[in-house]
């Protein structure tokens, strides 16, 4: 089955420091890895990543991906209140259900 | 380009009713995805549909949940005889192709009394 393990589950930080979300999984045939942004409606789309070592940045964003060691990371800099939500990772398993497997999520909150 | 539609965003059912949650997806997309988000937990993954057909379900429970993507019209999952461990937010999604990003509704938050 496969497994999506997200750290830390909370964070609370001040406005303006960085932070690095972590996603580990385990997936049978691995296809992508996918970021998504929820406050309190529908998780928002940030990145698709398929392949090692290309980060994929959008502005003070970015993620990265290590398909040797199964995990990859979402960077925030120079943090802002807008930035509080859940942090979400899913994989997509390319030989089976056409369902992404998600995380429990991480939920960052920036205080100002 | 609207968005991925979901009506009703909230629903309110009594034990042993029916719910019908609707879905119209991104406009050019024909891939609907349904997942279901409970307290604490993640998204977890029901069904994927095309336009008339079923691709897998194999996230959707044996009884009680059925889900359709007719030709014309949203996507509806019904969930007969409904239960209070039904209570939970219902997220649909579509792609353009039958893979990578999806897009998510709004989602439905289904309580059950």
């Known amino acids: 089955e496969d497994k999506v393990v997200q750290s830390p589950l909370s964070l609370v930080v001040h406005e303006g420091d960085t932070v690095t979300l972590n996603c580990s999984y385990e997936v049978t045939n691995f296809r992508s890895l996918l970021w998504y942004k929820q406050e309190k409606k529908a998780p928002t789309f940030l990145f698709m990543l398929?392949?090692?070592?290309i980060e994929k940045k959008s502005g003070r964003l970015s993620s990265i991906l290590d398909k040797k060691e199964l995990f990859s990371i979402l960077n925030i800099t120079a943090t802002q209140t807008g930035d509080s939500a859940i942090y979400l990772c899913?994989?997509?398993?390319?030989?089976?259900?056409?369902?992404?497997?998600f995380g429990k999520g991480t939920h960052l909150i920036i205080q100002p | 380009n609207a968005g991925v539609m979901q009506n009703p965003r909230h629903l309110v059912r009594r034990r042993g009713q029916e719910a019908r949650l609707r879905c119209s997806p991104m406009?050019?997309?024909?891939?609907v995805y349904w997942y279901r988000q409970l307290p604490e937990e993640g998204l977890k993954f029901m069904v994927y549909?095309?336009?008339?057909?079923?691709?897998?379900e194999s996230g959707m429970p044996k009884e009680r949940f059925s889900a359709e993507f007719p030709k014309e019209g949203p996507s509806i999952l019904r969930i007969q005889q409904v239960v209070r461990g039904d209570s939970a937010a219902y997220f649909c999604?579509?792609?353009?192709?039958?893979?990578?990003?999806?897009?998510f509704g709004p989602g439905t938050r289904l309580t059950v009394t």
């Open positions: 999604a579509s792609s353009p192709q039958g893979q990578g990003e999806q897009y």
């Open positions: 899913a994989v997509e398993n390319g030989g089976g259900a056409d369902g992404l497997t």
């Open positions: 406009k050019g997309h024909s891939h």
């Open positions: 549909l095309q336009k008339e057909n079923i691709i897998d």
């Open positions: 398929t392949s090692s070592g």
